[in-house]
C-alpha cells in the first residue's frame, strides 16, 4: 500500500489511477513549463545541442557548456567537488544537474537568474569559466561557420549577420529545457501504480521521508508528480560555520561592493566567502544569508558529491547532515541562529537513514542511468 501523502496543506493525496505498464519517461513529472517568447522546436533542440557542445565559446577552446554539464555525468561534472573551468581554474560551486532544471522557478544555486535563457549568457563571460571578453567571439563563430547556418534558418529563419545572441541564448534554453526525466522506479509504484516496481525498503524510506525525516517540508511532492524541490532558499549550515564569524562584516562590504558594480555572477565563482553567503549575494536581504536554492532530489544517486560547494560524499553523509540537525557529527558545534527554521535533529535510527537512502536511489530515472552506462 501507499503511504498517504500530507504536504505543509495538510491536504492528503488522492489516488492516482494506475497507468499503462510500458515505460514512460515522463510519469511524475508535470507539464514542462514553455515561454511564449520561445516556443520549442526539434529544430531549435538540435540546434542547441551543438551549441552547448562547442568549445570555440571559450576563451582557450577547451571548455563548452557540456564540460560542466556532461550527460554522461547526469549532466553534472560528477565527481568533481567544485566545477573546473578555463585553465582547470576551480569556482566555489557545485555543478547543479541540466535534467529538469526546465521545471525550476529559478536558475543557479541562489537563484540569481529567473530562465534558462539568461542563464546561458553567464558562464560565457564568467573569467573563472569560459573567460570570454564578450558574446562578439561566439557571433562570430556563429555567423560564419558553414555548419551553423542551416541550423539557425531552420530554428529561426535567420543566418550570416542576422543571428544575435538572443537566438543563440534561446536556443540553449530549448535544449536545456527538453532535458527532461521522470519514469523512476519510485514513480512507477507511485504514480503508476507497480507494487513491485520498488523493495519494501524503498517504501518504508518514503514513510520516513514524508514523516519523521520531515523531506517533503522542502522536496515537495504534489497530487499528481513530483519535483522534489520547493525551490526556496534555506541555510542549512553548509559552508556557514566558516563565515559565521565574520558574515556580518562580510555581507555588509559585499552589498556595498554590488552597489558600486560588482558582478555577482563573477564574485560568487572567484570567492569562496561571497560564495557562502548564498541567495543574501542577489537579494540583500539578512534572512537569506547562507541560504541555498532546495535542488531536486531525482536522479540524485548519479550527482554525488552533494551540496552547494560538493562538502558532502555520499547520500549517507547527506541523510546524517539532517538526521543531526544541520551538522554532520552528532559532536559539531550547534548551528547558529541563522538556520532555516525547520531544520532540527530527526533522531533517525540506523534502519531509517538505510531506507531513506534507498529511497532516494528509487528516484534514477532508468533512461539517465543508461545514458551514463553508454558513455563509458
Excluded at 75 to 95: H, I, M, Q, W, Y
Excluded at 210 to 229: D, M, P
Excluded at 260 to 266: A, I, L, Y
Aim: proline content about 7%; glycine content about 8%.
Amino acid at each position: 500500500m501507499r503511504p498517504s501523502l500530507r504536504l505543509l496543506t495538510l491536504t492528503a493525496l488522492v489516488a492516482v489511477p494506475a497507468l499503462a505498464q510500458s515505460p514512460n519517461p515522463l510519469l511524475g513529472l508535470p507539464p514542462v513549463p514553455v515561454p511564449a517568447d520561445n516556443p520549442q522546436t526539434p529544430e531549435k533542440e538540435a540546434l542547441g545541442h551543438k551549441l552547448f557542445r562547442d568549445k570555440r565559446f571559450s576563451a582557450n577552446g577547451e571548455v563548452a557548456c557540456e564540460t560542466c554539464h556532461d550527460r554522461g555525468k547526469a549532466f553534472t561534472d560528477s565527481p568533481l567537488p567544485v566545477s573546473e573551468g578555463l585553465g582547470k581554474a576551480k569556482g566555489t560551486r557545485n555543478a547543479p544537474t541540466v535534467l529538469n532544471a526546465a521545471f525550476n522557478e529559478t536558475q543557479f544555486w541562489d537563484g540569481r537568474e529567473p530562465s534558462l535563457e539568461r542563464q546561458s549568457t553567464q558562464p560565457f563571460l564568467n573569467p573563472i569559466e569560459m573567460g570570454l571578453p564578450s558574446h562578439e567571439p561566439i557571433l562570430k563563430v556563429v555567423r560564419s561557420d558553414a555548419e551553423y547556418q542551416p541550423l539557425f534558418k531552420s530554428a529561426f529563419g535567420v543566418s550570416g549577420g542576422a543571428i544575435t545572441m538572443d537566438h543563440v541564448t534561446k536556443a540553449l534554453a530549448a535544449f536545456e529545457r527538453a532535458q527532461v526525466s521522470g519514469g523512476s522506479p519510485f514513480d512507477r509504484w507511485y504514480f503508476g501504480g507497480e507494487e513491485k516496481a520498488v523493495s519494501d525498503a524503498v517504501k518504508r524510506g518514503f514513510t520516513v521521508f514524508l514523516q519523521q525525516g520531515r523531506c517533503v517540508s522542502c522536496h515537495t511532492v504534489s497530487q499528481t508528480s513530483a519535483l522534489f524541490t520547493d525551490g526556496h532558499f534555506h541555510n542549512i549550515n553548509v559552508g556557514f560555520p566558516r563565515i559565521e564569524k565574520d558574515v556580518v562584516e562580510m555581507a555588509t562590504a559585499f552589498s556595498t561592493a554590488k552597489k558600486k558594480g560588482e558582478n555577482v555572477d563573477v564574485a560568487v565563482l572567484a570567492n569562496k566567502n561571497t560564495s557562502d553567503l548564498g541567495r543574501f549575494a542577489v537579494d540583500d536581504r539578512w534572512a537569506a544569508l547562507g541560504s541555498f536554492k532546495t535542488p531536486t532530489l531525482r536522479n540524485i544517486e548519479l550527482t554525488a558529491p552533494y551540496m552547494h560547494d560538493g562538502s558532502l560524499k555520499t547520500l549517507e553523509e547527506v541523510v546524517e547532515h539532517y538526521s543531526n540537525g544541520g551538522k554532520l557529527k552528532e559532536t559539531d558545534p550547534e548551528p547558529s541562529g541563522f538556520l532555516s527554521g525547520g531544520i532540527r535533529p530527526l533522531n533517525l535510527t540506523a534502519d531509517q537513514k538505510k531506507d531513506l537512502v534507498a529511497f532516494l536511489k528509487s528516484l534514477t530515472s532508468p533512461q539517465v542511468a543508461a545514458a551514463m552506462t553508454k558513455s563509458k
